[in-house]
């Protein structure tokens, strides 16, 4: 039967916005962000068991957003890892600026999809500058094309798609239209530590993983250029800035050189290194690199922006376009930038407001101050490590350092309390078959005297493990 719309509607269960609800949450965000330095950077056990009270069977009625509010306040936030003070230095995770936090606040409240022009012409605007100023700031090709994704997974899924497809189509093979049923055979050639993200990526996209070509690297993890095999227009060739435990960059002009003669597509993983370009100390690591084809890189570490912010770049917008893109008879492009052209994905978040306000909160010479500060920072953590004892396996090149206590058990043990001690974090990793502590010193927020306290926090956590 046909609703009658005569009559009376019924209340909205969500309510019209309250403004109290939003300084709530900011009274909530500041106390948070005022006191992130000082908290643990790990909770606390009892934290952890609180969070049992939002284990509970879905509720029957609204719920009243104050009190989800200070639910989430006072159980969900004591019970955070505080990834955005200065002491956590796990997995390669950036801080976030302050006045960026602001800007995406804002474009929360906007809720833009980024999709189409139609859709949110200032986001489509902002890609269009950011684009523009990454070409600049990392030196890479004119024309290069950049598209706004979630992390460096997803940027390396579309560079390496675009790869595949631009060489198949030279062959006269359309992956995207006949699938790979059939396809002419590509060759993968990448070192043999690659991060591990590059392998599922490959898996996804149908280039399997056990007949890959793995060459193999040096003592830093670096590729080594004379075991590089003959390559061909057939082959893909994966290329790193920043061994994800030791920080070190292959030899870009003579890999893409070599890659570049042969017609091979050259994809660079640059997650957190590909920023290193930003500096005038550091950019000679970064030397060559604009010779690849695409490149993946992530706002949020190195630069600090909020989380979800990868990048994939391609210097072949057509190629980067052809496999991403989708038709429909709803979907309206425009003469101005639609973003979903160069991502995955439709519908999506203003990935580029933070990102445009990150860049223009800093300009050329902030980013350059803040990549070489954390060099700098990575670099005394690492001298004064050793002066207590420790061991660094690892060239500090950029921001990565390995820290050893000598002994494998030793080392082991002295990471469970560096954990668990409340002062710092670091993650665990291992290194030419043997376990070390992995330190990323990622954030604006880390000071030296962050550095100091935690190298104290190393030393005590390896006493208490010898004593035991």
């Known amino acids: 039967m046909k609703e009658n719309h005569d009559t009376p509607e019924k209340p909205n269960p969500y309510g019209s916005h309250n403004r109290e609800w939003f300084e709530q949450a900011k009274d909530y965000a500041l106390d948070y962000m005022e006191s992130v330095r ?57 801080g976030v600026i302050p006045g960026v936090l602001a800007a995406r606040w804002l474009s929360d409240a906007w809720d833009q999809n980024a999709a189409l022009y139609v859709m949110s012409p200032v986001t489509s605007v902002l890609e269009d500058v950011c684009e523009r100023w990454l070409i600049d700031l990392l030196g890479l090709p004119a024309g290069t094309a950049a598209g706004l994704v979630g992390g460096p997974s997803a940027a390396s899924l579309c560079g390496l798609a675009a790869g595949r497809n631009a060489l198949t189509d030279r062959m006269g093979y359309d992956v995207a239209r006949r699938g790979l049923y059939g396809a002419p055979e590509l060759r993968v050639v990448l070192g043999e530590d690659a991060h591990s993200t590059v392998y599922k990526t490959l898996s996804i996209l149908g280039l399997g993983s056990e007949r890959l070509v793995r060459v193999p690297t040096d003592s830093q993890g670096r590729m080594r250029p004379s075991a590089l095999p003959q390559l061909d227009d057939r082959t893909i060739l994966i290329l790193q800035a920043g061994n994800v435990n030791s920080g070190a960059f292959d030899d870009f002009t003579v890999l893409c050189s070599a890659a570049r003669e042969a017609g091979a597509w050259v994809h660079v993983d640059g997650a957190f290194g590909l920023w290193a370009a930003a ?33 994939t770049l391609c210097r072949h917008p057509e190629a980067l376009t052809r496999a991403l893109h989708m038709t429909g008879a709803y979907i309206q492009y425009s003469e101005h930038r639609d973003g979903m052209l160069h991502t995955p994905d439709m519908s999506r978040r203003a990935r580029a ?25 990575a670099a005394y953590f690492a001298q004064s490590l050793s002066e207590q004892g420790f061991c660094i396996p690892n060239d500090v090149c950029f921001n990565q350092v390995l820290v050893s206590a000598g002994d494998p058990a030793l080392t082991e043990k002295t990471l469970q309390g560096i954990q668990s001690s409340g002062v710092c974090w670091c993650g665990g990793s291992r290194w030419k078959g043997e376990p070390v502590i992995r330190i990323s010193v990622c954030s604006h927020q880390t000071t030296y005297g962050d550095v100091d306290r935690s190298v104290e926090a190393f030393a005590k956590a390896r006493d208490r493990a010898v004593a035991e």
């Open 38 to 94: 000082d908290r643990r950077v790990c909770p606390t056990d009892e934290a952890v068991a609180a969070l049992s009270a939002f284990d509970e069977p879905l509720p029957d009625k609204p719920g009243d957003p104050g009190d989800i509010l200070k639910t989430l306040h006072e159980t969900g936030s004591p019970a955070t890892v505080a990834q955005t003070g200065g002491r956590y230095f796990g997995f390669v995770n950036g």
């Open 279 to 311: 500096s005038q100390d550091l950019r000679h690591l970064t030397a060559g690199m604009e010779l690849a084809d695409s490149w993946s890189v992530d706002a949020h570490k190195t630069l600090n922006a909020p989380y979800d912010n990868g990048i």
């Open 353 to 377: 407001v933070e990102l445009w306000a990150t860049l223009k909160a800093m300009g050329r010479e902030g980013v350059a101050q803040l990549v070489d500060g954390l060099h700098q920072k």
